[in-house]
């Protein structure tokens, strides 16, 4: 039973251009999304959050959208860059302090 | 500052045999997470301790997989016997006692592979 579900496993943007990740969840309990980052042989990173009172949270070049109604969110980067060619994890939870279910992942490539 | 430190980093063995993974948190994490990572699916957690205590341990498979925190530092988590499926990455992470999601910072993980 996935709860949280990214359907693309993986995705290409030309460099400058919008990459757009996209992230569905099943439980109307959640209320607290984050993205993280993972480099191949690395741990996951913290990328961004957004509780469910928002429904747009942006830092720098990355936007996550929240469509509560859909229990659909979307990570914008803009301009993509090459360095952010990783795997994409979406998580949620029903509060921060919560424990998170994470989606599978999507991997993607900036190509220069 | 230095991250939260794993190893081995990398580990094969043959099933029904054991093994141990080890974790270093980042100093002054109270809170200490193991997380198991199959190949096409996100991390899922295993175990939470805050200090030396469990917090969540509902999707540890109690019969083959232990972890202990003994001084409320580092972590071993030991499999025994191992299976085919338990071939994941093993990810620690740890975070503040009162940081939310967004404080958790992660090891670089343990490839384990099972023969």
């Known amino acids: 039973d996935q709860q949280v579900k990214q359907n693309s496993p993986s995705l290409s943007v030309q460099e400058g251009r919008i990459s757009i990740l996209n992230c569905d969840y099943t439980?109307?309990?959640?209320?607290?999304f984050l993205w993280y980052k993972k480099y191949p042989a690395e741990g996951p990173t913290f990328l961004i959050s957004?509780?469910?009172?928002?429904d747009k949270n942006e830092d720098g070049r990355f936007t996550v959208f929240l469509n509560k109604s859909a229990k659909h969110l979307s990570l914008h980067i803009v301009p993509s860059q090459p360095g952010d060619s990783a795997v994409y994890f979406c998580a949620a939870g029903e509060t921060s302090y919560d424990k998170v279910i994470f989606g599978p992942g999507t991997s993607l490539s900036v190509i220069p | 500052e230095a991250g939260v430190a794993q190893s081995p980093r990398y580990k094969i063995i043959e099933k029904r045999q054991s093994v141990a993974f080890w974790c270093n948190p980042i100093?002054?994490?109270?809170?200490l997470y193991w997380y198991q990572q199959i190949l096409g699916q996100g991390p899922k957690l295993l175990i939470q301790?805050?200090?030396?205590?469990?917090?969540?341990d509902s999707q540890l498979p109690k019969d083959r997989f232990s972890a202990e925190r003994l001084k409320g530092v580092d972590s071993t988590l030991k499999i025994q016997p191992a299976k085919l499926e338990d071939s994941a990455v093993y990810l620690c992470?740890?975070?503040?006692?009162?940081?939310?999601?967004?404080?958790?910072?992660f090891g670089p993980g343990t490839r384990l592979l099972v023969l």
């Open positions: 957004i509780s469910s009172i928002k």
């Open positions: 100093s002054g994490h109270a809170t």
């Open positions: 301790f805050q200090n030396n205590g469990v917090v969540d």
């Open positions: 992470a740890s975070s503040p006692l009162a940081g939310g999601r967004e404080t958790q910072y």
């Open positions: 439980n109307s309990m959640f209320d607290y």
